[in-house]
């Protein structure tokens, strides 16, 4: 391989390494959202373990095995890419970042599916709303958001410089 192939995969690695960072702190905090940090916001001044308590005896649930298997998909996923990334012969960055891009949007209707359980549980049980009460979930759709604006911004940069 060749010198600027050999930079072309560095920056391919770049991209995954961010990509794969991205996509897994986006899996843990989505888990804490769902498991610890919006039951807490949503009943203040109960621990986790009076919410878990009044949450089974009103028969409800945080849904907490789809919570952690969605998380260790998104573990692994990224650790996939990875791997893919420096398996690779000549991995371009581009294609590389769009990938990760296109999980981090994708991460966004996944979470509400997996969270929906947790959030009806909290409804339910004490007598709530079903949606976000901590503030995180906001920012993992904005984080969901960004990727897709950054997404359509790759896709129209490579569009207009093909086609230059």
Known sequence: MEHGGNAQK????????????????????????TLVWNPLAAVPGATLGEIHGAMTEAGESLGAPRVIGWSAVGIAV???????????????AGQVASIYLALLVLAAPSHMFVA???????????ATSGG???PWGALLYLASGMALVALAGIAVWRTKFRHA
Do not use: K, N
């Not at 929906?116 to 004490?126: K, Y």
């Open 10 to 33: 560095g920056w391919a690695i770049l991209a995954a390494v961010l990509g794969s960072a991205a996509l897994v702190a986006y899996s843990i905090a989505g888990a804490f959202q």
């Open 78 to 92: 990224a650790a996939a890419g990875m791997i893919g990334t420096l398996r690779a012969d000549a991995p371009r």
């Open 116 to 126: 929906f359980t947790g959030g009806m549980g909290i409804a339910d049980a004490f």
């Open 132 to 134: 976000d009460h901590a």
